[in-house]
């Protein structure tokens, strides 16, 4: 009944407003501060190349797999990095996990085994809170990362 006093100019401007903002709705990078500070990071450029991996990344030549949520948690857009997306867990909150060459990110809360995005070659660090609210690169996890390279069995395969 409501449609019918609109009209059609009516729904076509109500169509238009919901889906005309839904470009504007992406991701916002998460912006951290790292407590160690190099001179080769990635994102930078050196030679005309670009940086993709730092000190205490472990890099991975992967061949394109699917990244899954090692935890029920939520991913987030890097805003420093290549292609970066981070990963936090209330499981094991003082940490974050950091995941750059991720492609296709799907950001947002994840349970444990849902794809977080496809890599090729991966580079990952975990990071710690400091007291001081920065973020302090510590030794990677080796659990967390095969978590995230190995998809929990389905509970539904026999």
């Known amino acids: 009944m409501a449609f019918r006093q609109l009209g059609f100019a009516g729904l076509g401007a109500c169509l238009l407003l919901l889906t005309g903002c839904a470009?504007?709705?992406q991701a916002i990078p998460r912006q951290i501060?790292?407590?160690q500070v190099w001179t080769l990071e990635p994102g930078k450029w050196v030679g005309g190349h670009r940086v993709t991996a730092g000190l205490g990344d472990i890099s991975l030549a992967l061949g394109n797999p699917?990244?899954?949520a090692p935890f029920p948690g939520q991913v987030e857009l890097a805003a420093q990095g290549v292609?970066?997306?981070y990963f936090s867990t209330p499981d094991i909150p003082a940490y974050l996990f950091r995941y750059c060459g991720v492609r296709h990110p799907q950001v947002g809360w994840?349970?444990?085994g849902q794809p977080m995005g496809r890599s090729q070659y991966l580079h990952f660090a975990t990071l710690r809170r400091q007291p001081n609210g920065t973020w302090a690169i510590v030794e990677?996890?080796?659990q967390v990362l095969e978590k995230s390279l190995n998809?929990?069995?389905s509970r539904f395969r026999r």
Do not use: E
């Open 66 to 68: 699917t990244l899954v």
């Open 33 to 35: 501060v790292i407590q």
């Open 23 to 25: 470009d504007t709705l």
């Open 110 to 112: 994840r349970q444990p």
């Open 83 to 85: 292609n970066c997306i």
């Open 140 to 142: 990677p996890s080796d």
């Open 151 to 153: 998809p929990p069995p």
